[in-house]
């Protein structure tokens, strides 16, 4: 390939890069390419994040650059996850491996790190991380990674606020770990109610408050209850009308990624299943197993799930990095740090102008549509420079949103159309069908979406996956017994 220009200080002749003190295996991949007689160091592209922007960034750049880049993706996890099947995972309809992608699978001839970015030091261009193995390994436990380009994709985490109880015992709902325990813990309380017969107990078990009237949270939920109430069934003393299901929401509305008329017609739906949806209300608190809100109410309830908002990884406060007030990497339009050369970001982590907007300085929603249509441009906009040429802004309107509400049941606001119901359903589960990456996950996934049209849902509760060597212990004598 022409022109691909390391931004190091040019070296003269065959000087392989020095590895670093520590995790010197994991760049011993790194050789210089020999083109036309002359020596060409690969540039070292380190993407930190694995996620929409992450995997789709590192696998353009892999599939442009080939050769003559060294593309390396540092994750947390060994996967990327589909985010909105997340309460399709919840409910059971989709199994928790099919919304995960395995990133050594997909990002083939790149290098996968599993680990933690700790901070990026973009002055001596070099990321510093810590791995399973560099923890293990003594000293500071922490191995650095330097770099040519630096690509920033480490989305965000949920935005908490300082409601007492709420960090000891809410559930956030961002993860496939959090779907999983959530399912697994909705299906214990009914299990707790259906075998006591103290009423304070098995009212805070059969009572499940959401926090949240976004997307996310009004999906959770209308799955959740939707599987509950199903679940009931199998129950000789529960039944569906024991369960209270209450969503909190400050806004005077919910939905806001939607137009009002659907957002009336998707709170009418919820009302009509009896799930009782507060507006204007905030949590106060939730110790002891009550919920307290703004309006007065007090709610037994060992259930508290929080969807309110997404705010950036706490990475980007650790990077040297130009950022907003909001903790956001400031981004221009073509992805590039403000005013810094070889950093980009996008995604959640990012504050990137929406220049479809009719407000100037208006920034693009964290969406997984901007992530990944942002990746591309990001990816293109690297590979631009390393060939010294020009940079594309980037520019997308947003298409809209939708989500499922239980099984047939959804809401849905897409290319100008609004859907309530199982048309919107439908809808759902087309797009994000048509969303989710490779073949072998959409395969998966029907197969997961056949199987449940055909046997009956899968009810019961793995709550003791969380502690999986409890039993082993007790059987070993140990002292330590499985929590209740
Ligand atoms: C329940 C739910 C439903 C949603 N539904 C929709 C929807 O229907 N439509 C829509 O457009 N959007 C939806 N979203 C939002 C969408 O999923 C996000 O906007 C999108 O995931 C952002 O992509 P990202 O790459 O910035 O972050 P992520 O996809 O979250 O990826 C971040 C990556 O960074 C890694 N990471 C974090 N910190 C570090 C570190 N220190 N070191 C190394 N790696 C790190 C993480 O492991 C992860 O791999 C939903 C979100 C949720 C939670």
Redesign the pocket.
Request: proline share 5%; aromatic share 6%.
């Given at each position: 390939m022409k022109g691909v220009v390391p931004p190091r200080p040019p070296r003269s002749g065959y000087a392989p890069r020095r590895p670093p003190a520590t995790g010197a295996a994991l760049w011993t991949n790194l050789r210089p390419t020999v083109r036309h007689g002359r020596v060409k160091q690969p540039a070292r592209i380190l993407v930190?994040?694995?996620?929409?922007?992450?995997m789709n960034a590192a696998l353009r750049l892999r599939r442009a650059l080939g050769d003559d880049a060294r593309v390396t993706v540092?994750?947390?996890?060994p996967y990327?996850?589909y985010?909105?099947f997340?309460?399709e995972t919840a409910a059971g309809s989709i199994a928790p491996a099919h919304v995960v992608v395995p990133l050594r699978r997909v990002l083939a001839g790149c290098t996968v790190i599993v680990?933690?970015?700790l901070r990026i030091e973009h002055a001596r261009r070099t990321a510093i991380a810590a791995t399973p193995a560099s923890r293990q390994e003594g000293g500071t436990g922490e191995i650095e990674l330097p770099y040519d380009e630096v690509v920033v994709?480490?989305?965000?985490v949920s935005r908490t606020l300082p409601v007492p109880g709420l960090a000891e015992t809410g559930i956030g709902?961002?993860t496939v770990e959090e779907a999983i325990g959530l399912r697994n813990h909705v299906l214990t309380q009914l299990d707790i109610a259906s075998s006591t017969r103290d009423v304070e107990i098995r009212d805070a078990a059969l009572t499940f408050v959401v926090v949240g009237g976004g997307?996310?949270g009004v999906?959770?939920l209308g799955e959740l209850e939707d599987m509950s109430r199903y679940a009931t069934r199998h129950f000789h003393n529960v039944t569906a009308g024991d369960l209270r299901w209450v969503l909190v929401e400050a806004a005077d509305r919910i939905l806001p990624e939607v137009g009002a008329e659907v957002a009336d017609r998707t709170l009418r739906e919820l009302r009509r299943r009896n799930i009782d949806v507060r507006l204007s209300t905030r949590l106060e608190s939730c110790e002891h197993s009550v919920a307290r809100l703004s309006d007065g109410s007090r709610l037994p309830t060992r259930t508290v799930v929080w969807t309110a908002g997404v705010k950036p990884?706490p990475?980007v406060a650790a990077c040297d990095l130009p950022r907003t007030g909001d903790g956001a990497l400031r981004c221009d339009a073509t992805l590039r740090l403000e005013g810094t050369a070889h950093a980009w970001a996008a995604?959640?982590?990012a504050a990137v102008p929406d220049l479809t907007a009719a407000e100037p300085g208006t920034l693009c929603a964290?969406?997984?549509?901007h992530?990944v249509r942002q990746a591309r441009v990001l990816a293109d906009n690297v590979v631009a420079t390393l060939r010294g040429e020009p940079l594309t802004d980037y520019r997308h309107a947003h298409v809209g949103?939708?989500?499922p509400l239980g099984l047939h049941k959804g809401v849905a606001s897409l290319y100008g159309r609004r859907l309530t119901g199982y048309p919107a359903w439908l809808m759902h589960r087309a797009f994000h069908l048509s969303q989710v990456p490779t073949l072998n996950r959409k395969s998966r996934v029907v197969a997961d979406w056949l199987l449940a049209a055909l046997v009956k849902r899968e009810i019961v509760a793995l709550g003791s996956l969380e502690t999986p060597r409890a039993e082993f212990e007790l059987a070993a004598g140990s002292d330590r017994r499985p929590d209740a």
């Open positions: 930190v994040g694995g996620g929409y922007v992450g540092v994750s947390c996890d990327m996850t985010q909105p997340l309460a680990g933690d970015v994709a480490c989305g965000s709902f961002k997307f996310a999906g959770a990884h990475l995604g959640d982590a964290p969406s997984a549509q992530a949103s939708v989500a």
